[in-house]
């Protein structure tokens, strides 16, 4: 029932920035934090970054640290990763995992195999 559903990727130059975001429907919102995670050609999918159910905290990994922000509109069911100063090496699917918290508000488990609903993914193709 629930779903998760990416939008905003695209091709972009490096330098350039990109909006994604992830909406969600046929759940309770509030109850999820949300991580986002790409994997590139051949690669495993790898944590990107996360936050917590309510939007007080988020976390990021050091590849995309200082180039990414992280936010959520709980009212609106969405989450959306903002991502400046794009690089080659950032290229891959992004898909954003939701990840119930029972017991405390922090953010989503750095682990993929942690997340209990996924999006389809969105393509970000950065050229050099």
């Known amino acids: 029932q629930v779903q998760l559903v990416e939008s905003g990727g695209g091709l972009v130059q490096a330098g350039g920035s990109l909006r994604l975001s992830c909406s969600m429907s046929g759940g309770t919102f509030s109850r999820y934090a949300v991580g986002w995670f790409r994997q590139a050609p051949g690669k495993s999918r790898e944590f990107v970054g996360s936050?917590?159910?309510?939007?007080?905290?988020?976390y990021y990994d050091d590849s995309v640290r200082g180039r990414i922000t992280i936010s959520r509109d709980n009212a609106n069911h969405s989450v959306s990763v903002q991502l400046n100063d794009l690089r080659p090496e950032d290229t891959g699917v992004y898909y954003c995992g939701a990840e119930a918290t029972a017991f405390w508000d922090t953010g989503a488990s750095t682990n993929s195999r942690d997340m209990d609903y996924w999006g389809k993914g969105t393509l970000v193709t950065v050229s050099s």
């Open positions: 936050i917590s159910r309510s939007g007080g905290s988020a």
